[in-house]
């Protein structure tokens, strides 16, 4: 898919869009239903039609690959019609919040959160089993801090940490009916922590 022009004018002045799609690996791949995710939550606002103007070509395949440049775009372009333009990063943060919300509503989200027990730490372990499944790049780690407190941490991550990440490390902890406490720290565009207290 070539990068439609209106979509990265619409979110460039507010986010490091470009820098950043200059820098990820060409051969970086997420599964498409990471797509869908995006296409859910946009729909529940009323803005998919809006969406789907700017990225027409955006429909893929729920297991298949997609350049993590295509996914980027896409990302940053519900973020901005999530909330706006130049609320970006809150956008993005909120989709990917409820996104992990909704999914413990879904018929396995229920049954998976039984079986977890709605442990953070092995919610946390399992979120970076999805995460080993649904991309062919960036690594994690889990590390356990304290009773109460892990740290999740990224290395070759190119999607937001501060934002897109932020946000599901929020809704899947609140999913497991825990208030957390989260500090993101960033040691370059693509590598950080989540540090999460409970």
């Known amino acids: 898919m070539q990068l439609p022009r209106q979509a990265l004018d619409l979110v460039a002045p507010h986010c490091d869009i470009v820098?950043?799609?200059e820098a990820v690996s060409p051969s970086a791949r997420i599964r498409g239903i990471h797509l869908r995710i995006l296409e859910n939550e946009l729909?529940?606002?009323?803005?998919?039609?809006?969406?789907?103007?700017?990225?027409?070509?955006?429909?893929?395949?729920t297991l298949g690959w997609c350049p993590i440049r295509e996914y980027l775009l896409c990302l940053a372009c519900a973020g901005a019609l999530a909330a706006s333009p130049e609320r970006?990063?809150?956008?993005?943060?909120?989709?990917?919040?409820k996104h992990a919300i909704e999914f413990t509503h879904s018929l396995i989200g229920r049954a998976l959160l039984r079986l977890l027990a709605r442990d953070p730490i092995r919610v946390s372990e399992q979120a970076l089993a999805v995460q080993r499944q649904t991309k062919n790049y960036s690594q994690w780690e889990l590390v356990r801090r304290g009773r109460n407190e892990i740290e999740m941490i990224y290395k070759k991550e190119y999607i937001w940490i501060e934002s897109a990440i932020a946000g599901g490390a929020q809704g899947a902890l609140e999913a497991c009916d825990v208030v957390p406490i989260i500090e993101t720290h960033l040691y370059d565009r693509f590598s950080g922590s989540t540090l999460i207290r409970w």
């Open 43 to 61: 729909k529940h606002r009323g803005r998919l039609a809006d969406y789907r103007a700017l990225l027409p070509e955006s429909r893929r395949s």
């Open 19 to 21: 820098e950043r799609l």
């Open 88 to 97: 970006v990063h809150e956008g993005m943060y909120d989709i990917m919040r």
